[in-house]
């Protein structure tokens, strides 16, 4: 990693699971020494409306909020969430979306999450066992099998 700070802000719908990718992302980043801070914005999430969470991480952060247009990366879970916070990615900045995983199915659309973490990981210079490691530690053991193949496919997924 270098000496920037790195801004992910993660979009979705509140049920979708956009605190799990973060938590898990902030769990990544801080597992390899890093300052982390994240921030939340719940909305009308208990109805299925709009969630985002902002991930900031390098070597000293200040802040938990990503500024508009500063976002490295912009995951977002659902495509009707993409134009509402486009404006938080930074000019050069990468969009990960539903669409980056080129019509790959997932067993379960509930680890979309997931999936769409397997592609940031590609991205980002963090060892792919501290993603599982991540992604094991955050779901229920029932779950584990489905979250693994599901990050794998985010991961098959990525084209530069």
Known sequence: MNSKVTNVVVAGLGGQGVL???DIIADVAFGAGLDVKKSEIHGMSQRGGSVSSDVR???????PMV?????DFLLVLEET???????MLKPGGVLIDPSTLQGRKLRS???I?????????????FPEE???EAVLAHLAPKLHALNRESFQIGRDAWSQ
């Open 109 to 111: 659309e509930k680890s």
């Open 130 to 132: 501290a993603w599982i």
């Open 57 to 63: 991480f390098g070597p000293l952060v200040f802040s």
């Open 20 to 22: 799990k990718a973060s």
């Open 67 to 71: 500024p508009e247009g500063e976002a």
């Open 113 to 125: 999450n997931v999936a769409l973490l397997g592609v940031l990981s590609r991205y980002l210079e």
């Open 81 to 87: 969430q993409v134009e509402v916070n486009r404006s």
